[in-house]
T-cell receptor, first 112, second 113 residues
Framework: SQTIHQWPATLVQPVGSPLSLECTVEGTSNPNLYWYRQAAGRGLQLLFYSVGIGQISSEVPQNLSASRPQDRQFILSSKKLLLSDSGFYLC???????????FGPGTRLLVL | EDQVTQSPEALRLQEGESSSLNCSYTVSGLRGLFWYRQDPGKGPEFLFTLYSAGEEKEKERLKATLTKKESFLHITAPKPEDSATYLCAATGPRETSGSRLTFGEGTQLTVNP
C-alpha cells in the first residue's frame, strides 16, 4: 500500500527566515506530486505540481518554490518567509494516469 | 474558469438525523468529481470519485451522487464520529485542467449525540 509522509508536522518561524518542507511517498513509482496551502481550515489552493523528477509547474506567483530531487520526494522552499506564508501545507500524490489525489498529514506553519 | 461551490457552509445534525450536502460545479467537460473528509488538523481523507452523471457510490453511511451540474453527499443516520469538514473537488479535461483539482470551501458537519 502507498503511504505519504510530511515533516515537520508543525513549524514556527520568524519573518525573513528560510523554509524547507519535505514530502515523501512510499509504495509507488513515478507519482504526480502536489503542494497545496489551506487557509482557515477550508478550501485548498494548489501551489505546485510535478509529473516527474525536475519537472515543476507553478500555479500562483508567490514567495515559495518547489523542487523534486528524487522520484518520490517533493520539497517546498522559501528563501525569506512572509507573515502571509502562514497556513496549513498539504502534499498529495496521484497515479500518473488517474485523477484521484491522496493527501499527507500536513504541516502547520506559523510565521511570526 | 472552473468553480466549485459547496452548501451549506456548516450543518448541525442530531444523531440519526439524515441530510445531504451539496456541491455545485461549473466545469466544462468534467473528468472527475471528488469527495474528501477532513478532520481538524489533518489532511483530507479520500472518500469517492464520480465520473459521469447518474453515477452513485456508497461507503457505510455515506452515498455520493452526481448530476450534470451538482453532486450530493447523503448522510444516512449519522453518528457523532461523522463530524468533520467535507470537501468537494472537480477537474476538467486534461488539455485545460491538467492535474489541477478545483476545491470548494467545504461543509463543516457537526453531529450531536
Amino acid at each position: 500500500s502507498q503511504t505519504i509522509h510530511q515533516w515537520p508536522a508543525t513549524l514556527v518561524q520568524p519573518v525573513g527566515s528560510p523554509l524547507s518542507l519535505e514530502c515523501t511517498v512510499e509504495g509507488t513509482s513515478n507519482p504526480n506530486l502536489y503542494w497545496y496551502r489551506q487557509a482557515a481550515g477550508r478550501g485548498l489552493q494548489l501551489l505546485f505540481y510535478s509529473v516527474g523528477i525536475g519537472q515543476i509547474s507553478s500555479e500562483v506567483p508567490q514567495n515559495l518554490s518547489a523542487s523534486r530531487p528524487q522520484d518520490r520526494q517533493f520539497i517546498l522552499s522559501s528563501k525569506k518567509l512572509l507573515l502571509s506564508d502562514s497556513g496549513f501545507y498539504l502534499c498529495a500524490w496521484s497515479r500518473g494516469s488517474q485523477e484521484t489525489q491522496y493527501f499527507g498529514p500536513g504541516t502547520r506553519l506559523l510565521v511570526l | 474558469e472552473d468553480q466549485v461551490t459547496q452548501s451549506p457552509e456548516a450543518l448541525r445534525l442530531q444523531e440519526g438525523e439524515s441530510s445531504s450536502l451539496n456541491c455545485s460545479y461549473t466545469v466544462s467537460g468534467l473528468r472527475g468529481l471528488f469527495w474528501y473528509r477532513q478532520d481538524p488538523g489533518k489532511g483530507p481523507e479520500f472518500l469517492f470519485t464520480l465520473y459521469s452523471a447518474g453515477e452513485e457510490k456508497e461507503k457505510e453511511r455515506l452515498k455520493a451522487t452526481l448530476t450534470k451540474k451538482e453532486s450530493f453527499l447523503h448522510i444516512t443516520a449519522p453518528k457523532p464520529e461523522d463530524s468533520a469538514t467535507y470537501l468537494c473537488a472537480a477537474t476538467g479535461p486534461r488539455e485545460t485542467s491538467g492535474s489541477r483539482l478545483t476545491f470548494g470551501e467545504g461543509t463543516q458537519l457537526t453531529v450531536n449525540p
